[in-house]
């Protein structure tokens, strides 16, 4: 594997921002960008908590995002998909200079459609240079949708399924290969809400092993989920992406987001989930979306989102 670690400087970070938040019904995760980026936790930013954990960071700034400047098409699905491709190959080249530097992306989104675009990038970089990466998603959804099964038309429900390999041919063909993620190289974790197509696509992919729910995480604990999760996506020969929807949170703790379903992880269930996964070691990039500030209580949710980053780069209590 690819190690992150240079001799006398430490280990590289780069924030990336993905402002697109189209890609979701309703609309606002694209402020989540700049409010995690400038929100104050202790009177230091986000990049300032990073570099006090040892790392050297940068911020590589935002993807330009190509924004639609008309009303959606009767029947289009997925929705303002030119738009969507547009900015997905923005993301890709702004992705590939920050591991071409040898640093690791930490990106912050936007509504969780970004992920074709971001991981594709991460993939297909990887895969010409490491070999295949392994995937842990965290999600209440499983984002597993294609244009046959959604009942939206919205494209932050079909990242996952464009992924493996299914969905629209010029989401599926990124990169110009797919599927992005083996599927034996993938793990779910969190979800509680899934659509009834998604259900059984789960099921015809073979992928319910790969699938711990929150019901599997009140039976077992987050700690032995997340630790199976980790051991499926390590498979990897390239190492693993983590993507974060922080609607995997119960809405107690994170109410800002659009697409809250009750009954997910506690506070402290999402802290120790990532500080295992960069206690394991093996994660080349971390993605955190659907921070929605519009529909935050007294920015809680903002703040829960940068110490879940700092978790998962390695802060521990002690």
Not at 43 to 53: K, P
Not at 235 to 262: C, E, H, M, Q
Request: aromatic share 6%; proline share 5%.
């Amino acid at each position: 594997m690819r190690s992150n670690d240079f001799p006398g400087s430490g280990k590289k970070i780069a924030i990336l921002g993905f402002p697109l938040g189209f890609g979701a019904g309703t609309m606002g995760s694209e402020l989540g960008v700049e409010a995690m980026r400038l929100s104050s936790v202790r009177g230091r930013r986000l990049d300032e908590h990073i570099a006090d954990l040892g790392y050297e960071v940068r911020d590589a700034g935002n993807v330009e995002v190509v924004r639609p400047t008309r009303v959606a098409a009767e029947g289009e699905n997925p929705k303002f998909l030119p738009e969507l491709v547009e900015s997905f190959r923005n993301a890709s080249a702004g992705i590939r200079s920050i591991l071409s530097e040898g640093a690791m992306p930490v990106i912050l989104g936007g509504d969780h459609s970004i992920a074709i675009g971001t991981i594709s990038a991460i993939a297909s970089y990887f895969r010409e240079n490491d070999g295949e990466i392994g995937l842990i998603w965290f999600d209440a959804h499983a984002d597993i949708n294609t244009p046959e099964t959604t009942t939206s038309a919205n494209s932050h429900g079909m990242p996952l399924a464009a992924l493996l390999g299914y969905g629209n041919e010029k989401l599926v063909g990124l990169e110009g290969y797919s599927p992005k993620i083996n599927p034996q190289f993938l793990a779910h974790v969190g979800g509680r809400d899934l659509d009834p197509g998604e259900k059984r696509t789960v099921h015809e992919l073979g992928l319910r092993e790969r699938f711990f729910t929150m019901s599997d995480i009140d039976r077992r604990g987050i700690l032995a989920c997340v630790e199976d999760a980790i051991d499926i996506a390590s498979k990897a020969p390239g190492g693993y992406a983590v993507t974060f929807d922080v609607d995997v949170i119960d809405p107690r703790f994170a109410p800002g987001s659009g697409t809250l379903v009750r009954g997910g992880l506690t506070y402290r269930e999402a802290h120790l989930a990532l500080e295992v996964i960069a206690e394991r070691g093996g994660m080349r990039s971390f993605e955190i979306v659907e921070v929605n500030p519009l529909l935050d209580q007294s920015n809680i949710t903002v703040k829960l989102a940068c110490e879940l980053i700092l978790s998962a780069l390695g802060k521990t209590i002690l």
